[in-house]
């Protein structure tokens, strides 16, 4: 997890990292057939319904039926219009970035979205929300005239029309009146998405309940009369809702699989997010022998991949040594083998280290969504080559949060969505302190490279990122293990438009629609 709550799990976030500088305006329309109620299964209630403090990746359906976004992200992950019609890049640098709102536009409560209300429910999220690190090059937001927006950065952001989309909820607008009273977000809505939150007919933590907005602006995107999504934290019950016909979807672990598809269900799935153990005490202040860049690559060298992801995940993944998706600008594919198992060269690399005889170091992981089985997996692995590791498992993400900045652990057990190189990079290469670098690790060169990157020109950026990529997985910052896919179940005979795919999380509020 990340210090602004990226969701390891079924609603991870694989972005595809092209830069889109600019589209027309999508044509609205008129209302269409609507289905009766859609019901979907979450194992967990979101943590907030302000979309600036919800959870990224767990907490997105509960907000995006109500809250639209400047722009969205499609399937194949397509930028697309959202509340903005246009939208780029002013210069070179990635520096200004201009957007132009849909004249006409209200919220559900009746106030039109204009530049200033747009404007200020950027700064709300930028200034109050969990997403601290990618937002933290943002300097201004300002209307600039009664439809258009400016957003300066005071260093390049290469990556605003995604933070400005449904996944990163950043762009999710709120109405002024929700600014008027913030507490009240949590639990209400205040948005101008396709529906809106029946607090009547809402019970926390139990199930919520959503029916259309009166004032949308495009009628043919609202599918049906009301959407629900129960919590049933237990997977087994969650599943059986599913599987009787009391839910419609959900999503999955691995081993639900088989149970799901014998009861009917149909099956979407998408690389979504990897897993695996991050060296996070590379000045060696805890674990004096993570230092050495030979002992790190000999962690690495010592961990089977291929056996871990088939125990763990079984056909729902691929063993990976990076920390990139397949799609993702910054993904090397010739660097997804680069630490092939090699327990000898490993014990050579500790040899010529100075450390033959293996040392200890301290772990702490999540006991969730298996990532505490790849960091059992890790460390059982590494006492081949005489490395012990004292292994602390936490149970909640708040829990995990806090031990992972505590400085208290030189390796942490880690689950994570995919991003855009820049924004992954916030968290977890350049020198400044996150939940996945901890210790505010240094190297000039990676932070050289990750800086020239930032400030391409959007044909030049992949390459720049995946050449750092390598360098990153050379210096054996981590030792990522397997990438796993998002996988969900639904009612085919019911639905239609439910697909998860790179780059895109299957959308409730636009595109899932009634079977004709």
Request: aromatic residues 8%; contains cysteine.
């Amino acid at each position: 997890m990340s210090r602004h709550r990226t969701a390891p799990g079924l609603a991870a976030l694989a972005l595809l990292a092209a830069s889109v500088t600019a589209c027309g305006s999508s044509a609205t329309g008129t209302s269409r057939a609507q289905g009766d109620t859609l019901t979907v299964v979450s194992y967990s209630p979101p943590a907030s319904m302000d979309p600036a403090r919800a959870n990224v990746g767990s907490d997105n359906w509960f907000v995006n039926l109500t809250y639209d976004s400047v722009l969205r992200i499609r399937e194949g992950g397509r930028i697309d219009a959202g509340l903005a019609t246009t939208w780029g890049y002013v210069g070179d640098g990635n520096q200004t970035f201009d957007f132009t709102l849909r004249d006409g536009v209200r919220f559900a409560d009746g106030t039109p979205v204009t530049a200033q209300a747009v404007a200020a429910s950027l700064d709300y999220s930028r200034k109050n929300g969990l997403n601290a690190s990618w937002v933290s090059a943002i300097d201004s937001v300002t209307a600039t005239g009664p439809l258009t927006v400016r957003i300066h950065c005071s260093s390049p952001h290469p990556n605003l029309p995604h933070l400005l989309t449904q996944l990163l909820m950043v762009g999710s607008v709120i109405s002024p009146k929700g600014l008027e009273d913030p507490a009240k977000l949590a639990t209400r809505s205040f948005g101008a998405g396709p529906y809106v939150l029946d607090t009547a007919n809402t019970a926390s933590g139990d199930h919520y309940t959503y029916t259309p907005n009166p004032n949308y602006w495009d009628k043919s995107k609202i599918h049906w009369r009301k959407v629900v999504i129960k919590v049933i934290p237990n997977p087994n019950s969650a599943l059986q809702a599913v599987r009787t016909g009391q839910a419609d979807i959900i999503g999955l672990s691995a081993g639900q699989v088989d149970t799901a598809k014998s009861g009917g269900l149909a099956i979407t799935k998408s690389p979504a997010f990897f897993l695996g153990a991050n060296l996070a005490d590379r000045e060696g202040t805890l674990a004096p022998p993570l230092k050495d860049p030979r002992v790190r690559q000999a962690l690495n060298y010592a961990v089977d991949r291929q056996a871990i992801t088939k125990a763990v995940v079984q056909e729902y993944g691929r063993p990976t040594d990076q920390i990139s998706l397949p799609g993702l600008d910054s993904y090397a594919a010739d660097y997804d083998n680069h630490y092939p198992y090699d327990v000898d060269k490993a014990r050579k690399l500790l040899a010529d280290a100075g450390y033959p005889n293996g040392f200890s170091l301290t772990v702490e992981t999540q006991g969730m969504l298996g990532i505490d089985l790849v960091t059992q997996a890790v460390v059982q692995q590494w006492k081949q080559i005489g490395v012990n590791a004292d292994v602390t498992t936490d149970t909640g993400i708040g829990q995990w949060l806090a031990n992972a900045t505590s400085k208290k652990y030189a390796a942490l057990g880690f689950g994570y969505g995919g991003a855009p190189g820049y924004l992954a990079s916030l968290d977890w290469l350049l020198p400044h302190p996150t939940a996945f670098n901890p210790f505010a690790t240094q190297d000039p060169e990676l932070t050289r490279r990750l800086a020239a990157a930032a400030a391409a020109p959007a044909e030049q950026a992949p390459a720049l990122y995946q050449d750092v990529m390598r360098y990153a997985v050379d210096q054996a910052w981590f030792v990522p293990v397997l990438r796993m896919d998002g996988i969900y179940a639904y009612n085919a005979k019911k639905l239609t438009g439910f697909t998860a795919a790179p780059g895109y999380l299957p959308d409730l509020a636009w595109t899932t629609a009634p079977k004709a």
